[in-house]
Nanobody, 122 residues
Framework: QARLVESGGGLVQPGGSLTLSCEAP????????MGWFRQAPGKDREFVAS????????FYSESVKGRFTISKGNAKRMVELQMNDLKPEDTAVYYC???????????????WGQGTQVTVST
């Protein structure tokens, strides 16, 4: 089973920034779009951002559009999520995922990471 590995979560104050990284096997990055989902306590997992493998087109949920950016990392086999102007409602476990683009729903994802906690609080 292919494995995605997230890193970069933590505690940040409102208005702050964090960058999440996802390392994926080469075969995954060359075959699928990549994306991020999140799950807050007591809520369903929801779409955050994704991209298309070839065109590089990106997709964002309305709640993060203009604040979050999904991109390829500087290192090979990495995808990043740059999160700016973070709000308490962004607090959640963030999951990296791979699947057919645009992959804006949970059921479209084929592979998942283990998740990384992001907490936005004073």
């Amino acid at each position: 089973q292919a494995r995605l590995v997230e890193s970069g979560g933590g505690l940040v104050q409102p208005g702050g920034s964090l960058t999440l990284s996802c390392e994926a096997p080469g075969g995954i990055l060359s075959s699928w779009g990549m994306g991020w989902f999140r799950q807050a306590p007591g809520k369903d997992r929801e779409f955050v951002a994704s991209n298309r493998r070839n065109s590089g087109s990106t997709f964002y949920s309305e709640s993060v559009k203009g604040r979050f950016t999904i991109s390829k990392g500087n290192a090979k086999r990495m995808v990043e999520l740059q999160m700016n102007d973070l709000k308490p409602e962004d607090t959640a476990v963030y999951y990296c995922a791979a699947g057919p683009a645009p992959m804006t729903t949970v059921r479209e994802a084929r592979y998942w990471g283990q998740g990384t906690q992001v907490t936005v609080s004073t």
